[in-house]
């Protein structure tokens, strides 16, 4: 975080390497980074007193985290169903191995 007090309009230039998945918000508002000197990163700023935060935000990042939580749930789901379906299967076996040592209990007695 950055505090900056501005007499005039001036771009507040950092020197680390401009790229495309940093962010900048300007008193929690958004504004777009501008390359400095070819090689830098800088954000506007009007006059007067303000809070610069940088925040990097890898595109990539979020595309295989958005990927994990689908393939994650997609997961859950389809053990869900493949647990429910051999409950059932279960279920039923067990009702026919009780029905057949109850019938044979009658026979023999």
Request: charged share 20%; hydrophobic share 40%.
């Amino acid at each position: 975080m950055i505090q900056a007090v501005c007499s005039t309009s001036k771009i507040l230039t950092l020197s680390d390497n401009y790229y495309k998945d940093w962010h900048a918000y300007v008193d929690g508002v958004e504004k777009e980074i501008v390359r400095t000197y070819g090689l830098f990163r800088g954000v506007a700023l009007e006059p007067g007193d303000h809070t610069v935060v940088y925040k990097y935000i890898p595109a990539n990042y979020l595309i295989g985290r958005s990927v994990t939580i689908a393939t994650t749930g997609y997961l859950f789901l389809a053990f869900g169903f493949v647990a429910l379906r051999n409950r059932k299967r279960l279920t039923v076996q067990l009702q026919s191995m009780i029905a057949k040592c109850f019938s044979r209990g009658v026979k023999s007695g």
